[in-house]
């Protein structure tokens, strides 16, 4: 079976840091792109940032470029999200999500796996 694991949100107030973890078992090596979305109360889910798994290639967001960092550890099949300098609007559950084909992509519905969500909150 495949599984990803979010973990790691939580309260922040603005301007703080929070590092989300994504946990990937099964088979893992079908896995090309991961990705983080997010998705706000009375909002569509939204792209945030992916990376390869293979050459640790990243994209971002424009909204997170520069506050947000991606990376994965292939020894642990974990994929992670470092969150610095947070804003209220950042507020929302956070998914991670893994992508079977050779290509980047930012849609929600080209990735092929999701895990639960993990709730990220930030007071003003």
């Known amino acids: 079976q495949v599984q990803l694991v979010e973990s790691g949100g939580g309260l922040v107030q603005a301007g703080g840091s929070l590092r989300l973890s994504c946990a990937a078992s099964?088979?893992?090596?079908?896995?090309?792109?991961m990705g983080w979305f997010r998705q706000a109360p009375g909002k569509e889910r939204e792209f945030v940032a992916a990376i390869s798994w293979s050459y640790g290639v990243t994209n971002y967001a424009d909204s997170v470029k520069g506050r947000f960092t991606i990376s994965r550890d292939n020894a642990k099949n974990t994929v992670y999200l470092q969150m610095n300098s947070l804003k209220p609007e950042d507020t929302a559950v956070y998914y991670c999500?893994?992508?079977?084909?050779?290509?980047?992509?930012?849609?929600?519905?080209?990735?092929?796996?999701w895990g639960q969500g993990t709730q990220v909150t930030v007071s003003s």
């Open positions: 099964g088979r893992t090596f079908r896995y090309y792109f």
């Open positions: 999500a893994a992508r079977t084909v050779r290509a980047f992509s930012s849609s929600v519905n080209e990735y092929d796996y």
